[in-house]
């Protein structure tokens, strides 16, 4: 009954590092086997480097996702063959917000969904009544690093980019699609000299070769002693998220990330669209939730550079401006920020694995 568990996550992507990591390191505190599952699709040389600097017991190969055994599989990236791991599978989206994400199918295919908040929460116990039982809300995972590790996270990465403490930090986190990255300024660091500058690229910003002009915008930024441009390997937001005072961002998911540690957030509404986004807009309605508007009350919305300029000055006078906001939404959207989110995690797998060997009896 009280046997260690087992447990394997499957990493499509280096950015999924971030929400598996804390839960990895609570299960090996409280003496569970934890190997890490690296897909060989995708930028697997960087997996390899981030479990090695971290210890991480790895294979590498999707091939070996339905031959290994274990208690439990937790993953990132929503399959139909779920069913057929030697495993209970476990689904828990790698962003937070209102963007879609295939619940249906995940509720379907894998034993537990794990949500953060109680948006999320309500909205598939109302719509999947069927799979209630499936669902669990603990929070957002990733954010553990940031309420635990805090005081560490700032001193490292002000020391190793060279930050000036006196100043303030600005962090620009945009996402790759839709993004306001080709509507910036080329000179965009100039406009706030007073202040240290992190820019943090989507992965697949600095991956692909269709967004080669972000690249270039990218590349003008960091000639700018202000200005630090993260690389592909910088696969953690959570340091940077700790580090500044404020961020600008657009349609990623991370500005509910932000404003759950109780900071500024300016949203980017002027956004580079593909023609076809164009000739139909709402194509692009379906990949955010229609809620997405209410939630934007959570900081300033920035309709074209220079009002982007003006309300992050303002926002930096005044961070208490949305604090109201930020508050009720991040109960909404993210849920319990506590840095206990991983140990809640666990005890749910723990509970479960109980619950599944009574069964047997």
Not at 90 to 119: P, Q, R, W
Not at 328 to 342: N, P, R
Request: aromatic share 12%; hydrophobic share 35%.
């Amino acid at each position: 009954m009280n046997q260690p568990l087992k447990v394997i996550f499957y990493v499509k992507y280096p950015y999924y590092f971030p929400h598996f990591l804390p839960i990895s390191k609570e299960l090996i505190n409280q003496g569970h086997e934890v190997h890490y599952l690296l897909s060989e699709k995708q930028n697997t040389q960087l997996m390899i480097k981030i479990s090695q600097e971290n210890n991480l017991n790895y294979l590498i190969g999707d091939e070996k996702l339905f031959e290994l055994k274990a208690d439990y599989i937790i993953h990132a990236a929503i399959f139909k063959e779920s069913k057929k791991l030697q495993a209970k599978s476990i689904f828990m989206d790698h962003g937070v917000g209102t963007k879609h994400c295939d619940y249906e199918s995940a509720l379907h295919f894998n034993d537990l969904v794990l949500v953060e908040g109680d948006y999320r929460y309500h909205s598939l116990q109302n719509k999947f009544p069927d799979h209630k039982t499936k669902i669990h809300k603990v929070g957002f995972s990733k954010l553990d690093m940031a309420v635990n590790d805090k005081e560490d996270l700032k001193q490292h990465y002000f020391t190793k980019y060279n930050l000036d403490k006196r100043k303030k930090t600005i962090l620009y986190a945009p996402t790759f699609f839709p993004s306001s990255i080709e509507k910036m300024e080329d000179n965009f660091p100039d406009d706030f000299k007073k202040c240290n500058i992190i820019v943090k690229p989507h992965y697949l910003s600095l991956s692909r070769s269709k967004y080669r002009n972000q690249v270039k915008k990218f590349n003008k930024w960091e000639k700018y002693d202000n200005c630090v441009v993260c690389d592909v390997d910088e696969y953690n937001l959570v340091p940077f998220l700790s580090i500044a005072d404020l961020m600008i961002s657009d349609e990623s998911s991370a500005i509910f990330e932000f404003t759950a540690l109780n900071k500024p957030v300016i949203l980017n509404r002027f956004l580079k669209l593909r023609w076809s986004y164009y000739l139909n807009p709402n194509k692009l309605l379906k990949r955010l939730d229609s809620d997405i508007e209410l939630y934007r009350q959570i900081g300033e919305n920035a309709q074209n550079y220079q009002e982007m300029v003006e309300q992050v000055n303002s926002n930096l006078k005044n961070p208490e401006k949305f604090e109201k906001s930020r508050i009720e939404y991040t109960k909404e959207i993210v849920g319990l920020v506590d840095g206990q989110v991983s140990i809640r995690i666990i005890e749910l797998l723990k509970n479960h694995q109980k619950r599944e060997e009574l069964d047997e009896l």
